[in-house]
């Protein structure tokens, strides 16, 4: 599966912005869509992920309570909506698939090509 993931921008802390990850080819039955961020120096860091066939959701600690993942089969999109944005959300995400409902990058497959997200204060 191909992705491609948009929406990124600059925006004020306590603001809200919206990722979008499409997907072109087969999506299959146990799939898992999740996002991943990451600054210049540091490793990716696992975000949120989202199993296509229960919408199972799963997000870190750091997001927990402020960023929501949500999907739309029909359109093959999966939408990572982030509220109450601090500077330290600022990072590159990406969007990856896989098989695995995991916060580790090994277990995804295919990986969009990032966009950023800038927050300030």
């Known amino acids: 599966v191909q992705l491609q993931a948009c929406g990124g921008g600059l925006v004020q802390a306590g603001g809200s912005l919206g990722l979008s990850c499409a997907h072109a080819?087969?999506?299959?039955?146990?799939?898992?869509t999740g996002w991943f961020r990451q600054v210049p120096g540091k490793e990716r860091e696992f975000v949120a992920c989202?199993?296509?066939?229960?919408?199972?959701?799963y997000y870190s600690d750091s997001v927990k309570g402020r960023f929501n993942l949500s999907k739309n089969n029909a359109k093959k999109t999966v939408v990572l909506q982030m509220n109450s944005l601090k500077v330290e959300d600022t990072a590159v995400y990406y969007c990856?698939?896989?098989?695995?409902?995991?916060?580790?990058?090994?277990?995804?497959?295919?990986w969009g090509q990032g966009t950023k997200v800038t927050v300030s204060s």
């Open positions: 990856a698939a896989g098989p695995t409902f995991s916060d580790l990058a090994s277990a995804y497959e295919s």
């Open positions: 080819g087969p999506i299959y039955t146990n799939y898992v």
């Open positions: 989202i199993r296509w066939s229960s919408g199972s959701t």
